[in-house]
């Protein structure tokens, strides 16, 4: 009897033990003093155990959008997508981007449908422009948000915008040539309509692009890890009737703080998979993106991808993806669909993707791109080296210290 009440004893020490040390684990994966508190206090306020997506703002105006697996953070000043897991606090192994940057008009002069500077008839870069950020949520009938959102809408000119980031690629720029005048140009940009209109589900979203003549792709948004992007164009002031627009959309595939991780672009194309690196500097200004048509079946995919790969594993984290198909409302009211082709090129920084829109004198263009984390392929670990095996060595510890007072009561 005496053996079983030291064994019992032993037993509940042990399981005590398990215990604190499980909290101690949990404490462990706290921020460390040298994180940038600053850059996540907002997010910090985010209650893990609602399965609800949420969106915060903080004084300087930033945003966040958040669900239990992936935060999106949105810069007030230029519609800016920051993404990554949400339990990797303020995406320090595994960060990615991607920004508008700028919109073009342009002649495609070589049939290749798509954009290369050469072809450029005028442009404006989107930070020379004041943008409102708006953001909110929508409910259903019990109080549950089922969908927020986030919207930048663009304003007039602004008087704070870099006017150099593209000089060495846009032919005629600060130069004698047809955009010598940059402020003159961008003036001529000052009435054209351009939202940005963000959205996360909580659900799975299954919707179609629509035209009078009926559906002409279909697509699902996953919830709570992807967030899909309204692209919305109106009054462009094009000055041909054969021309088309391009929007710059910059990705850059590694914005962690912290050098573990590396990754690169995986652009799946029709003639295979292609990798590039940010830190590549491709002399081709705008290849062609190959759209994919997977099931041979003639027609090019509904969705175009591009994935975010860990460089080390081949483990995909993410995607950037667009929608094979934009729609077109004419001034009538009509409604048409119409194809979406891209080019692209790294220039040593970040990947330039440029989709390509038909012309729409009058009208207005929607088009829907869409940022996504693959939920089961989280990099996170516990940054603190004793923070992993504190939880091991303490199961191991409580097996040992069992079986040390199990073979001292067998002596007795």
Excluded: C
Excluded at 160 to 182: K, L, N, R, S
Excluded at 248 to 263: C, G, I, M, Q
Excluded at 269 to 285: A, F, I, K, R, W
Aim: proline letters at 4%.
């Amino acid at each position: 009897m005496k053996r079983k009440a030291l064994f019992g004893k032993a037993l509940l020490f042990a399981m005590l033990f398990l215990l604190v040390s499980s909290v101690a684990t949990v404490n462990a994966f706290n921020l460390s003093e040298d994180d940038d508190e600053s850059t996540h206090t907002e997010v910090e306020d985010h209650d893990e155990d609602s399965h609800e997506p949420e969106e915060l703002r903080d004084d300087d105006g930033r945003a966040w959008i958040l669900t239990d697996i992936m935060t999106v953070m949105l810069d007030p000043e230029l519609p800016s997508f920051h993404y990554w897991y949400t339990t990797d606090v303020n995406g320090s192994l595994a960060r990615f981007m991607v920004n508008f940057l700028m919109i073009v008009e342009f002649e495609d002069t070589n049939g290749d449908g798509v954009y290369q500077p050469n072809e450029t008839l005028g442009f404006a870069p989107l930070d020379a422009f004041e943008w409102s950020l708006q953001t909110g949520s929508i409910t259903n009938e019990l109080g549950q948000n089922t969908e927020v959102y986030a919207s930048y809408t663009k304003g007039g000119l602004s008087d704070d915008w870099e006017d150099d980031w593209f000089e060495h690629w846009i032919p005629g720029y600060d130069e004698d040539g047809p955009f010598e005048d940059p402020e003159y140009i961008f003036s001529q940009y000052s009435e054209l309509t351009l939202q940005f209109y963000a959205h996360i589900y909580m659900d799975d979203y299954n919707g179609t692009v629509s035209d009078d003549d009926g559906i002409k792709a279909n697509y699902t948004i996953a919830g709570g890890v992807e967030l899909k992007v309204d692209v919305e164009i109106g009054n462009f002031p094009f000055t041909s009737d054969t021309s088309s627009v391009a929007v710059l959309n910059y990705l850059k595939e590694d914005e962690a703080s912290t050098d573990e991780f590396d990754h690169h672009f995986r652009l799946h194309e029709d003639t295979g998979d292609e990798d590039h690196d940010s830190e590549d500097v491709m002399e081709h200004l705008g290849e062609e993106f190959e759209d994919l048509d997977e099931d041979d079946d003639g027609n090019e995919d509904d969705v175009q991808e591009i994935s975010f790969i860990d460089a080390s594993t081949d483990v995909t984290h993410g995607f950037y993806r667009w929608l094979d198909k934009a729609v077109i409302t004419h001034l009538n009211g009509s409604q048409e669909a119409v194809d979406v082709d891209a080019s692209y090129w790294t220039n040593g920084d970040g990947l330039l993707l440029w989709l390509a829109y038909p012309y729409f004198d009058g009208g207005s263009i929607l088009h829907d791109p869409s940022v996504r984390l693959i939920e089961s392929a989280s990099p996170y670990v516990p940054t603190n080296p004793i923070d992993l095996p504190v939880l091991f060595f303490a199961v191991i510890g409580a097996v040992v210290l069992i079986a040390g007072i199990g073979i001292a009561i067998k002596r007795r």
